[in-house]
């Protein structure tokens, strides 16, 4: 894992800080050639973002038709289901700006195992990739987005967990997840998500203060573990923000 300190950006509030997001994606998409690889997560943190995206100016200038969306992690249940990542991307952005059906990668959970599934996601991933094996130089993703729940967890990579040391995988499955809701997940693993031109974190509210403050500081948790072989990046609102950081 290469040794790499986060830029850290504190906004003034949520808003702020899906602005900032959706400019930085922005510019790295349009200044990208060929395919683009969008890699989203889940929780509420990123709503307000996937909204902006979907709205003026980005729904009409960013070029939706080289934009290929995938998933971070997802909750093992249909895609439809109020659970599911997948179904909160689709309604706040997916559905809502021109994308072409075949851009579009949700993590497959109809297999009824979870493992299984996991590795159609991994075979799907490297069939884009056009590799079995990650290369530096050659980025998977142009961005993938992250969160951080308040035990440290960033996708579905939990504390204590053997996922957290997987080095071959690209993705895996867990039969049952380390936080609620406790439903089983599948997860891309470290060394995918690494694969990136830009890892934004995006975190806001109060309630995260502490937990943030404990990852910058360097303590050993999954969030801390997630690195970039690009450009890495925290996304703060003020009410997140730790100590260390200093408003932008």
Known sequence: MPSQSPETVVLPDADALAQAAAERIAAR??????????????????????ELLAAEPYRETLPWDRIHVFL??????????????FAMARALLLDQVPLPPGNIHPIPTGAGNVDEDARRYEAELRDFYGAERLDPKRPLFDVVLMGVGDDGHTASLFPGRPELDERDRWVVGLPQAGHPPFVPRITLTFPAMASTHDMLFLVSGRGKREIVARV???ADLPAARAHSHGKLAWLLDR??????????
């Open 216 to 218: 910058l500081s360097g």
């Open 29 to 50: 998409f349009r200044g990208a050639d060929g395919r683009i690889a969008f890699c989203l997560t889940g929780g509420h943190s990123p709503e307000r973002l996937y």
């Open 72 to 85: 971070g992690d997802d909750r093992y249940v249909p895609h439809h289901d109020a659970l599911s990542n």
């Open 239 to 248: 009410d997140a923000q730790g100590e260390q950081c200093d408003v932008d």
